[in-house]
């Protein structure tokens, strides 16, 4: 299960982020390809065992599921629901995919203090 | 609330763990396969298939749940090979990779195959620091997996076929088999083999023979 070990990576990260520590962090917003093997439930469960672990309190995730991005031959470049669907302007599957394979942590929310 | 942009991939220690054997394997010019299927998709016969009919210099890392049956079936043919026995792991981890590697001569090896446990769905994700992930097919298996396994299939800088031999015993739509392998990956290079049989390993012996070139080159 390699979610556990991703979760660590991201809150690490997290923590090492300038004014953000294990007192303020609130929230993790993540980015998480439909391509990446990651399977975006057990990532949360997973984060939320990390963050207990460490003292964090009331951390919330929010997972944005990113669909396969495709680059056609044509020059289209289109969001599929699978890679194997048609280039919605030429009709063909000849592209290359250019994204929806990443998991990565875009953001994360901390308390200020300010509501 | 504040908000702090952060746009980092997740790197897990398996990530770390496949960049340090991936310089490894720069440094010691050995290209690598990471080799996935189905169980019994026949991925330990193509390697005594190579073993027995290759000069280039391979070496095989065998990954199996239970017992090191496989890697001895590629020793038996003179192809130097290390058992991993995961102990119920559904996959190979760079971390273990990484611990046989202090008993691999990488000097005199031109050509690394690990041989994954037999799975579709883990293997795919975990970065061993190979050059390129090999998928295996079968015949017998179907000719729906590509689409099945697109995480998978949209990895794989080759994909074997194996079992060719079969074609005529099973309902197998090649072309479509095909087309899907070439729309996950753009560039994957084919080959259709039988490997008990020893057919169709021309094109595979040319691209080997290649990739001994280059490495060779390097050392
Ligand atoms: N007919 C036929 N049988 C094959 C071929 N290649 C392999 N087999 C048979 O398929 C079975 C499994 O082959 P293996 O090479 O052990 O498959 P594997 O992928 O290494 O299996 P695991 O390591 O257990 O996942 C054996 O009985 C082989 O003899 C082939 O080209 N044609
Ligand atoms: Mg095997
Ligand atoms: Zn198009």
């Known amino acids: 299960m390699h979610e556990l070990s991703l979760a660590e990576s991201m809150i690490n990260t997290a923590l090492r982020t300038d004014g953000v520590g294990a007192d303020n962090l609130r929230v993790l917003n993540i980015k998480c390809g439909a391509l990446s093997g990651v399977n975006a439930q057990t990532l949360e469960f997973c984060i939320q065992i990390v963050a207990e672990r460490l003292g964090i309190e009331n951390v919330s995730v929010v997972i944005e599921e990113v669909r396969p991005q495709l680059q056609c031959s044509c020059g289209q470049s289109y969001n599929a629901e699978d890679i194997f669907s048609e280039c919605p302007r030429c009709g063909k599957t000849q592209h290359r995919i250019t994204g929806g394979k990443d998991v990565f942590l875009e953001s994360v929310e901390v308390n200020d203090g300010q509501s | ?219």
Request: aromatic fraction near 6%; charged fraction near 30%; charge should be neutral.
């Open chain 2, 1 to 219: 609330m504040a908000r702090v942009n952060v746009d980092t991939p997740a790197a897990g220690k398996n990530a770390i763990a496949a960049e340090k054997n991936r310089r490894l394997f720069r440094e010691n010019h050995v290209f690598v396969m990471n080799m996935i299927g189905s169980p019994g998709c026949g991925k330990t016969s193509i390697l005594e298939y190579t073993a027995e009919n290759s000069n280039v210099r391979c070496a095989a890392i065998v990954g199996d749940v239970k017992t090191a049956l496989d890697a001895d079936r590629i020793l038996d043919r003179n192809m130097p090979a290390y058992p991993i026995e995961t102990g119920g792991g559904c996959h190979l981890t760079a971390v273990q990779i990484g611990s046989m590697l202090t008993r691999i001569d990488l000097c005199k090896t031109d050509c690394l195959f690990i041989e994954n446990v037999g799975n579709l769905v883990c293997p795919s994700v975990f970065d061993l620091g190979e050059d390129i992930k090999t998928g295996v097919l079968s015949v017998p298996e179907g000719d729906e997996k590509v689409r099945k396994y697109p995480e998978l299939f949209s990895r794989t800088d080759v994909v074997f076929i194996n079992k060719t031999d079969l074609l005529p015993h099973c309902e197998y739509d090649m072309e479509k088999i095909e087309r899907d392998c070439r729309t996950a990956r753009p560039g994957v290079k084919i080959f259709k083999v039988s490997a008990t049989k020893g057919l169709g390993f021309e094109d595979w012996a040319r691209y080997l023979e290649m990739n001994r070139k280059e490495q060779q080159n390097g050392k």
